[in-house]
Structure formats: structure tokens, C-alpha cells
């Protein structure tokens, strides 16, 4: 059963959200959550102006959009990850190309990765959205019933960083940002040369094997466009994904850690949610009950073309130091 609704919330949510009194805590991740069916979050539109018009700022642009992932109240369903594969075609992972058989022979030979429940591994070119099993010491006796694992469970995406590293190192400009500040690929662009993959400091895009282009989340621009929900936020049956303007997930986030810390889980956190860090902020962050080290994410991203202007300069002063010196054993010589 659905709570109050509360100002600002983002109609295509349920209103019941993480940080509402009665919903789940860490210990009971699914208590007190309607399903997340919903509707479209904005009247469909079709320009950028008709967008910042609908949301009453003619001529300017619409808010950035985003992602906050609430790590406490992740079941690992898996429902978003299959829900990004259904509506934007991304092939399935099996086999070592990612190519996704479905003779029964060729399915009977898939490459499981047989460590985990968690068979994607890592987000990758066919891997939009990544949910990972992380088995961890616990903190707490009641987290486990006594055991000695503990499941920390988190559906990873693209970060669709404010500096985005792999948009700067684009040679065809593939890579490009949206109305939203949302971070796109346009594949009928890409040329395959893999610049970006180095370049993400959290190693989020990558090449598909079998088609040699680069491929990521695109936080369902077509979906975003036209005032939908993303697919991976709309079948989240716990919303442990939430999708809305940025500053309003981030006010959200912080009621939801300060809940939690309440509640004495001291370990919780808040990563990417900080605009100073190194890369200027996430447009998809998390909150996350361990170090980020035990998720798999850099403890302090850096964007990695941070240093390229000061590079750049200090090339061009050592290049005209050698024209100097070369002109200068010219003249002398003669």
C-alpha cells in the first residue's frame, strides 16, 4: 500500500519511496514498498524548448536527470537488468563474445562465470546495468542469523559523470550529452577506436566483441525524451532505483542516509552524490553499506583528462624550446 504523496514527488513513482516512515531498512529491505508500476513521470513531448516549456522555464534547459541507486533496500532480483536488456535490445551475455545463443546446444555451452549468483560480472558493452552479489564479513550478528557472509547486493550503471572523461577523449563525437546532462552514445557515430573505455575512471564502457562499436547506458534517452521512466527504475520492484531531477534525488538521498543512520547503520554511506569530487559529481550515485572498495568502485574517481591542458602546455613550451635550439645551431652554424 502506497503512502501519502509528498510535494515534489516525481509522479511514475510509487510515493512510498525509501525514506519514507515504514519502509524497508537494511535488515528488512522489502517491508512496507508498493510495486513499482507506474506512470509517465511528465506530459510526452518532443523538443528540448516544448520540455523546458512543459516544466515552466521557457527557453532554458530542463533540469538533469539522474539516477539514485539505495543500495540498503536492493533484493537482487535482477529486474532491472533484464528490463535494460528487453527495451534497448542489448544482446545477452552469455558465451565469450556476449553474442547470446539460443540453439539448446549452444545454450548448454554457455561461459557461466560459476563464482556467483551474480553471472554478468561487470558492467560492460552488452551489460547496461550490472546487479552484483557481494558476500562480505558482517557487521552485525542479526545481519546474517548467525552466519559468517553477509549479501551486500547493488545494480551498478553508468555514471553519466558532470566531467565526463570518455566525452573528451571522442574523436567523431559520438559521445555526446543530452538535455538532461545525461551522458549518450550514438552508435551510427562511433567509430570503434576504444579511446573511451581507458578514459572512464570507473570502467564502465566498453566495445561489444562481435559489432567493435562502444556501448553504455544511455539512462533510456528515448524513454527520458518523451517523459517516460527509464526501464531499469520502472521494473525496480523495491525502487532501490529511483530516477528524477538530480537535486531532488540528492535532497532524497540524504533524508534516506540520515534514516539509516538512525537507525545505527553507521557504515552507510553516500558515493558520488558530493558535486566537488573528482569527477564533478554523478548523475548516478548510490548508497552504498560498505566501503565502495567492497562494491568494486574507485574509492576517489578522478576524471582522467584532468591533467591533459597542463600536459598540453607543457609540451608546447618544450616544442617551441626545441625550435629555439634548433634554430638557433642553424644560425650558429652559419
Not at 209 to 227: I, M, N, Q, S, V
Not at 258 to 267: F, K
Request: charged residues 20%.
Amino acid at each position: 500500500m502506497t503512502g501519502p504523496a509528498r510535494p515534489g514527488d516525481t509522479p511514475g513513482h510509487p510515493t512510498q519511496r525509501a525514506d519514507s516512515p515504514g519502509a524497508g531498512s537494511a535488515l528488512d529491505p522489502t517491508a512496507g514498498f508498493a510495486t513499482n508500476v507506474g506512470t509517465p513521470h511528465t506530459t510526452p513531448m518532443t523538443g528540448q524548448v516544448e520540455r523546458a516549456e512543459h516544466l515552466g522555464m521557457p527557453g532554458v534547459r530542463p533540469p538533469r536527470y539522474g539516477f539514485f541507486t539505495d543500495t540498503s533496500v536492493c533484493i537482487g532480483c535482477k529486474a532491472c537488468e533484464v528490463a535494460c536488456k528487453e527495451w534497448n535490445h542489448v544482446p545477452a551475455d552469455a558465451g565469450g563474445s556476449g553474442s547470446g545463443p539460443t540453439s539448446e546446444a549452444a545454450l548448454q555451452g554457455m561461459d557461466l562465470l560459476a563464482m556467483s549468483y551474480d553471472n554478468t560480472g561487470a558492467l560492460g558493452g552488452n551489460t547496461w546495468r550490472h546487479v552484483a552479489f557481494v558476500e562480505a564479513p558482517p557487521k552485525r550478528p542479526q545481519e546474517t542469523g548467525g552466519g559468517d557472509v553477509r549479501w551486500l547486493m547493488s545494480s551498478d550503471v553508468c555514471k553519466h559523470c558532470t566531467h565526463a572523461a570518455c566525452l573528451d577523449v571522442c574523436p567523431t563525437g559520438s559521445l555526446i550529452r543530452t538535455e538532461f546532462d545525461t551522458v549518450y552514445v550514438q552508435p551510427d557515430i562511433c567509430n570503434g577506436c576504444g579511446y573511451c573505455v581507458p578514459a572512464c575512471p570507473y570502467g564502465v564502457i566498453d566495445i561489444r566483441p562481435e559489432d567493435g562499436r562502444a556501448f553504455k547506458c544511455t539512462l533510456c534517452y528515448d524513454r527520458t525524451k518523451d517523459g517516460l521512466t527509464p526501464a531499469c527504475a520502472q521494473a525496480c520492484p523495491t525502487e532501490s532505483i529511483q530516477f528524477g531531477p538530480l537535486d531532488e534525488l540528492r535532497e532524497r538521498a540524504d533524508r534516506r542516509l540520515a534514516q539509516l543512520h538512525g537507525q545505527g547503520v553507521v557504515e552507510a554511506q553516500l558515493y558520488g552524490r558530493d558535486p566537488d569530487d573528482g569527477v564533478g559529481g554523478d548523475g548516478a550515485f548510490f548508497l552504498l553499506l560498505d566501503e565502495p572498495e567492497v562494491y568494486g568502485l574507485p574509492p576517489d574517481p578522478v576524471v582522467t583528462t584532468r591533467d591533459l591542458p597542463a600536459m598540453w602546455k607543457r609540451a608546447a613550451v618544450a616544442a617551441a624550446g626545441l625550435a629555439v635550439a634548433v634554430a638557433g645551431a642553424f644560425l650558429g652554424a652559419s
